[in-house]
């Protein structure tokens, strides 16, 4: 009898959870095949019920974010952040939200409370390098391009980013060495810079 109990309430446990699972899944398949606005409409059905699920807040506010609705995106991924307040993706996406704003301070912040995490990814030391590049700050800027190109060797990016960021301090041949780097790495944004500044 035991046995028998124990197994309908696994069988309803493990029921509960895969239809908590569906609503959210429904918005991550929309929102993967680009079907912004009915995958809001699935996170907001799945929300009423699980109003402090972190991944399906944040993933609302990615979805606001493609169709445009900047404070709508704003609001989740803040939201998302008070419920799960050492979340590195969510810090990452605020600061890149407020990058694209042109708030290179609140970018700079939230890329800042990001490396501040154990574990924290090179693109979170990227993003505060270009927050920092951005306000001026080129000498913590380097440190920090620096430090995310350490962590992933093959950071396309951070190399273009880097080489810009030595360019524009009287660095022409490490700022080119960078580039050529950036390009190898197929980050094909480089190839435009480097015929400007390195032939």
Do not use: W
Request: proline share 1%; hydrophobic share 35%; aromatic share 10%.
């Amino acid at each position: 009898m035991r046995t028998q109990i124990r197994f309908y309430s696994s069988l309803l446990l493990l029921i509960t959870l895969f239809a908590c699972g569906s609503a959210s899944n429904d918005g991550d398949d929309l929102y993967a095949s680009g079907e912004y606005e009915e995958a809001i409409k699935a996170y907001d059905k799945f929300l009423s019920t699980n109003p402090k699920n972190v991944k399906a807040i944040y993933n609302r506010g990615r979805s606001h974010e493609e169709l445009g609705n900047t404070e709508l995106a704003e609001k989740d991924f803040i939201t998302a952040l008070e419920y799960d307040a050492n979340n590195v993706q969510v810090m990452l996406s605020l600061s890149n939200h407020f990058q694209k704003q042109k708030n290179h301070s609140s970018a700079l912040l939230y890329a800042d409370r990001a490396v501040e995490i154990s574990g924290a990814p090179a693109m979170a030391y990227f993003m505060k390098a270009r927050a920092l590049h951005q306000l001026g700050n080129t000498e913590e800027a380097l440190k920090e391009y620096n430090a995310a190109i350490k962590m992933d060797k093959d950071f396309g990016q951070a190399y273009y980013n880097r080489g810009l960021l030595k360019l524009a301090t009287d660095k022409k041949k490490s700022g080119c060495e960078d580039l050529n780097l950036a390009l190898k790495l197929d980050y094909v944004q480089a190839s435009d810079a480097i015929e400007k500044y390195c032939k």
